[in-house]
Nanobody, 126 residues
């Protein structure tokens, strides 16, 4: 039984930093694609960042240069380092994973990921 549990969310002022973590459990082998989605109230979920086992790293244009996704495969951990945050970064952040590699075409589609965490709220004040 695969589980993804996020931690590290909270409130932060614009320009600040925040680090989200995702702890995976219930699987023997590493997921081939891991990433983060977010959803603001009244809006659709959007892909934030993903890493593929084949070397691909993907970021939404809105977070490039500010967010960094990283992974500790041995510990089944995924992280999202958020810097220079903006009010528009506010939302519920989900850790996601799938057994198949992701790609530049499919990484930002929610249907590409079989496993989702419960979400962690990030609120950025101006």
């Amino acid at each position: 039984r695969v589980q993804l549990v996020e931690a590290g969310g909270g409130s932060v002022q614009a320009g600040g930093s925040l680090r989200l973590s995702c702890a995976g459990s219930g699987y023997t082998y590493s997921m081939k694609c891991v990433g983060w989605f977010r959803q603001a109230p009244g809006k659709e979920r959007e892909g934030v960042a993903s890493r593929s086992a084949d070397g691909g790293i993907y970021y939404a244009d809105s977070v490039k240069g500010r967010f960094t996704i990283s992974q500790d495969v041995a510990q089944n951990m995924v992280y999202l380092e958020m810097s220079s945050v903006k009010p528009e970064d506010t939302g519920l952040y989900y850790c996601v994973a799938d057994a198949a590699p992701c790609s530049g075409v499919w990484w930002e589609r929610p249907s590409s990921y079989a496993y989702w965490g419960q979400g962690s709220q990030v609120t950025v004040s101006s």
